[in-house]
C-alpha cells in the first residue's frame, strides 16, 4: 500500500516537473524475478526507473539515509536495500538475493556511482554475478534527463527539464552456482552494450569497453 502510494506520487510531480515519459515497459517481466540495470546520472534514477514500471522495483539505498527521520520509516516500506558506502557489503548483495529469489524485482546501477560526464561508464561485475547465481533475466534501462533535471552535486531541481526512461529486451541469464570470471565478463559486456544502444548519442560511451 505504502510503495503503491509513493509511486503514483513519484510518477504524478514526475510528470508535473519533468515532462516524464516511459517506453518499453512491456519488455519487463509482469511476474517473477527480473533484474533492471540502469545508467546513472542522477539522484533521481532510482524514482524515474521505479516510476516507469507498475510492479514494485527494489533498489539499493545508502545505509545513512535509513538513519533518517521519516526516510528511515519510509525506505524499508518502498523496498530500498541499506548497502554501507565505500565498502563490499555482502550483506547487502544477499538481500538483493534473497529479493530476487521472493520473485521480485530489483534495480541496480553497474556503474557505481553517478557519471558526471553524463556519457555511459564501464560497468562493475556485480550485476552479472547477481544475474548468474540466480539466473535471473536481466533488463536494460536508459536513463535520460535526470542529470540536466538534478545535476550532480546540486541541491537545485530544474524544473522542465524532460527525463525519459526507455526499458530493452530482457536478456535471458542461465543460473551458474559457480561462474567464471569469463562468465561475469562476458554478461557485463552483452548488459552494458545493450544498455548503450537504448541510450540518445550524447550519452553513449565514446569507445567500446570491451
Not at 509511486?7 to 517473477?32: C, D, I, M, Y
Not at 547465481?133 to 535526470?146: E, Q
Not at 559457480?178 to 562476458?186: S, V
Amino acid at each position: 500500500m505504502v510503495y503503491r502510494l509513493a509511486w503514483a506520487l513519484a510518477r504524478f510531480l514526475l510528470h508535473l516537473l519533468f515532462g516524464f515519459s516511459a517506453k518499453g515497459q512491456e519488455h519487463v517481466p509482469k511476474t517473477g524475478p527480473v533484474i533492471l540495470a540502469a545508467n546513472h546520472l542522477s539522484i533521481l534514477d532510482p524514482i524515474a526507473v521505479g516510476a516507469g514500471v507498475w510492479r514494485p522495483v527494489s533498489f539499493f539505498a545508502r545505509a545513512d539515509l535509513f538513519r533518517l527521520p521519516i526516510l528511515s520509516w519510509l525506505l524499508p516500506r518502498v523496498y530500498a536495500i541499506p548497502v554501507e558506502r565505500g565498502e563490499s557489503d555482502l550483506n547487502a548483495v544477499k538481500r538483493a538475493l534473497r529479493i530476487l529469489e521472493k520473485g521480485l524485482a530489483f534495480g541496480i546501477f553497474p556503474e557505481g556511482t553517478r557519471s558526471r560526464t553524463g556519457r555511459l561508464q564501464p560497468f562493475k561485475t556485480g550485476v552479472a554475478a547477481i544475474a548468474l547465481r540466480t539466473g535471473t533475466p536481466v533488463v536494460p534501462v536508459a536513463v535520460m534527463g535526470t542529470e540536466k533535471a538534478l545535476p550532480v552535486g546540486s541541491r537545485t531541481i530544474r524544473l522542465r527539464r524532460p527525463i525519459r526512461v526507455v526499458f530493452g529486451d530482457p536478456i535471458p541469464v542461465a543460473k551458474k552456482e559457480r561462474p567464471t570470471r569469463e562468465d561475469l565478463l562476458r554478461l557485463n559486456r552483452e548488459i552494458e552494450a545493450k544498455v548503450a544502444e537504448l541510450l540518445d548519442p550524447p550519452y553513449r560511451p565514446t569507445q567500446s569497453f570491451s
